[in-house]
């Protein structure tokens, strides 16, 4: 399984963005998909989560501005991002857990990154 990130570019603050995760090939199901993001010198950070079952988690810092959703036929997942602060500058990054469906075995796979930049 291959995911692909796309959407991220330069916007104002206050600004929107919609970025999307498209996940190829196929035998798998979806557990849940994460989008996180990287700031220049801070740690990798959980932005939003969503399960099988459409539940839903949210960073504090982005709770409210950001939703994250799915489209199962398209299997591709998306953030859209609203409200955005030059503090939400950073490299965006998919996650899919995933589960073979012949072998049974549990996939994590990461998307190469979208770069988000947002100016004051």
């Known amino acids: 399984v291959q995911l692909q990130a796309s959407g991220g570019g330069l916007v104002q603050a206050g600004g929107s963005l919609r970025l999307s995760c498209a996940a190829s090939g196929s035998g798998f199901r979806f557990n849940y998909m994460d989008w996180y993001r990287q700031a220049p010198g801070k740690q990798r950070e959980l932005v939003a989560e969503t399960d099988n079952v459409g539940d839903t988690t949210y960073a504090d810092s982005v709770r409210g501005r950001f939703t994250i959703s799915r489209d199962s036929a398209k299997n591709t997942e998306y953030l859209q991002m609203n409200s955005l602060k030059p503090e939400d500058t950073a490299v965006y990054y998919c996650?899919?857990?995933?589960?073979?469906?012949?072998?049974?075995?549990?996939?994590?796979?990461w998307g190469k990154g979208t770069l988000v930049t947002v100016s004051s």
């Open positions: 996650l899919a857990d995933l589960t073979d469906l012949i072998s049974g075995q549990a996939i994590k796979s």
